[in-house]
């Protein structure tokens, strides 16, 4: 809900304690307490549906496969084949 999305990007992101965040929704800390959970249970469902971290950490191990590959590249064979071809 929006009351949840406001009451997260206030506490997770703002860096609002719980009684801020509360003052300023004008609701109780508990309140702010439960908003925080529900969003917190809804984030880990949509995860676990769509796995974004998942992807995301396979995403970055092939850049970093990628980048081991084009070094060696640079400064072992592909050198050598820089050389012979003249460039």
């Not at 396979?58 to 970093?64: K, N, Q, S």
């Not at 060696?72 to 050389?83: E, T």
């Amino acid at each position: 809900t929006e009351k949840q999305r406001e009451a997260w990007d206030l506490h997770e992101f703002a860096d609002f304690s719980l009684a801020e965040t509360a003052e300023k929704l004008g609701i109780s800390r508990q309140g702010v307490s439960d908003l925080i959970t529900r969003s917190r249970d809804r984030l880990e469902e949509l995860e676990s549906l769509l796995g974004f971290f998942h992807k995301e950490d396979a995403f970055e191990e092939e850049i970093r496969e990628l980048r081991r590959r084009i070094e060696h590249l640079s400064s072992g064979r592909g050198g050598a084949m820089q050389k012979a071809e003249g460039n």
